[in-house]
């Protein structure tokens, strides 16, 4: 589904009736939602489930090659949750709820562990993987880039 289909969904949703509705095409989902503090403008919240494996080191620049560090045997067994798309990282579904997840919590494939908005789509981002989390590398409300790490997860 491209950017355009789910702008025409939110129009759609937007001149009926219709208080919620959900699309699946393959791994993608769509939940559009009128609530009753966003009458005019409905919430959607897409679920990517995102891990990637932990990147190679960069090529050192041609214009100084740094000392090379020692490896950190602990980080090398972290595996990297990366941003999907460019938007704003938020911890919470709402800045009275709790937190998604915290440093050294325990994770389930599956579970939420933040929300990434982008062009008013609240999508929300799944592990694909169980293990703990180590770090957190984005604060609260920050803009993200795509492929931008989020989170360092101990498998």
């Known amino acids: 589904m491209n950017l355009k289909e789910i702008e025409q969904l939110i129009d759609i949703i937007n001149k009926s009736d219709i208080g919620e509705a959900t699309i699946e095409e393959g791994d993608f989902k769509i939940t559009l939602k009128r609530t009753s503090q966003m009458a005019a403008m409905p919430q959607a919240q897409t679920s990517f489930p995102v891990i990637a494996p932990p990147s190679a080191p960069a090529a050192p620049s041609q214009q100084s090659a740094p000392a090379p560090e020692p490896d950190n045997p602990a980080k090398e067994n972290l595996i990297e949750i990366r941003s999907p798309i460019v938007g704003t990282f938020y911890r919470s579904p709402s800045p009275e709820s709790d937190v998604f997840v915290s440093k050294n919590d325990h994770i389930q494939s599956g579970d ?44």
């Open 112 to 155: 939420v562990l933040c929300i990434v908005e982008a062009m008013k789509l609240m999508n929300e981002i799944e592990a694909e993987l169980s293990g703990t989390i180590i770090d957190i590398l984005v604060e609260n409300g920050q803009p993200v880039e795509y492929d931008q790490v989020l989170f360092l997860v101990k498998p």
